[in-house]
Every structure is written in structure tokens, then in C-alpha cells.
């Protein structure tokens, strides 16, 4: 990795991690849907980054939340379970040897590949989340409902902040 990715995935894992501790800890909707915003950094590293440094920075980020939330190791297990998903979805999806761009972005590697990617890392991690949360089976049905709603509103503002930003890739 050159220095230029590196220093950009710093200030992406500080700017998102202050949005999500400052705007978004307080933000839910009756108690079903809280977006998860800070995901979109884990979701954008580098595809070269090594399995272990993944873990290692998925392990801090989560502590880094857990630290401001008063959990326990929650959003930790929520992180190093979207890394693991991560892992999975781009060993099968991605030939390592094939890609030419960085980073797996909206703009990269098109519209479809990252909604379905940043889906299954998503419902992952809430997944994990809340069920870690609630750790009572007598609430599941609400643990789900929390879990998908909470994940279609974290996937709609990761894909628009993406288009935000968006890059299209040079052909």
C-alpha cells in the first residue's frame, strides 16, 4: 500500500468514526432502525490488506465504539464478524490476482457487486450486533426486526454517501 492510501484510510476511519459517535449515537428510530455508518470504512479498505491486519483494525475499530457506547465487546465481535464475512465475499467473488483497482468502492466495482457486498457485510455485523445486544432468544423476533430495519437504513446512507463520493472507474 502507497502512503497516499494509507493516510486516506486514517482520516476515513477518524471522520466516520466522530460521525458515528457525535451525529449518529442518538439517532434511532423507535427503537427499531440505528444507522451504523462507521461500517463503510471496514467495508472500503484495500483488497491487497493482509487477513491478520483486517482483523487487527476491525478489533480496534470495534473498541474504539465500544469505548463511547458502554459495551462490552459488542460492536468488537459485530467488526471482526464483518471482516471474517468481508474475507469470504471477496475470496469468492474477486480474483486477487485479477484486479487492478484498490479499494472495493461503488465506483470500482460497480453498482450491483458493492450493494450485494455491502449487504451481506451489513446484515452481518447487526446480525452479530444486536443479538450479542439483546442475548435473550425471548426477543427475537424483535432482535430481527431491529436488525433488518437498522440494516436497510445503515445500507441506504453507506450507498449514499458513496455516491457522494462517487468515482466512476476509468476504462
Not at 427503537?31 to 471496514?42: Q, R, S
Not at 491478520?52 to 476491525?58: G, P
Not at 432468544?137 to 430481527?144: D, G, N, P, Q
Request: with cysteine; charged share 10%; hydrophobic share 60%.
Amino acid at each position: 500500500m502507497n502512503s497516499k492510501l494509507v493516510l486516506v484510510n486514517i482520516v476515513r476511519w477518524f471522520v466516520l468514526l466522530l460521525i458515528q459517535i457525535l451525529l449518529l449515537r442518538n439517532l434511532s428510530f423507535y427503537n427499531i432502525a440505528t444507522p451504523f455508518v462507521y461500517i463503510l470504512f471496514l467495508l472500503l479498505l484495500p483488497f491487497g490488506i493482509p487477513n491478520l491486519l483486517l482483523y487487527l483494525i476491525a478489533f480496534i475499530t470495534g473498541l474504539a465504539l465500544d469505548a463511547f457506547y458502554d459495551t462490552l465487546g459488542v460492536h468488537t465481535a459485530a467488526c471482526i464478524a464483518l471482516a471474517f464475512v468481508r474475507i469470504l465475499f471477496i475470496s469468492v467473488t474477486v480474483n486477487r490476482d485479477g484486479f487492478d483497482e484498490p479499494e472495493p468502492t461503488l465506483g470500482n466495482m460497480g453498482f450491483k457487486w458493492f450493494i450485494i457486498y455491502a449487504l451481506l457485510c451489513t446484515f452481518s455485523h447487526h446480525l452479530v450486533l444486536f443479538f450479542l445486544e439483546t442475548f435473550r432468544l425471548a426477543e427475537f423476533s424483535y432482535t430481527l426486526i431491529r436488525c433488518l430495519f437498522s440494516s436497510i437504513f445503515t445500507l441506504f446512507s453507506v450507498v449514499l454517501i458513496e455516491f457522494i463520493f462517487y468515482n466512476r472507474k476509468m476504462r
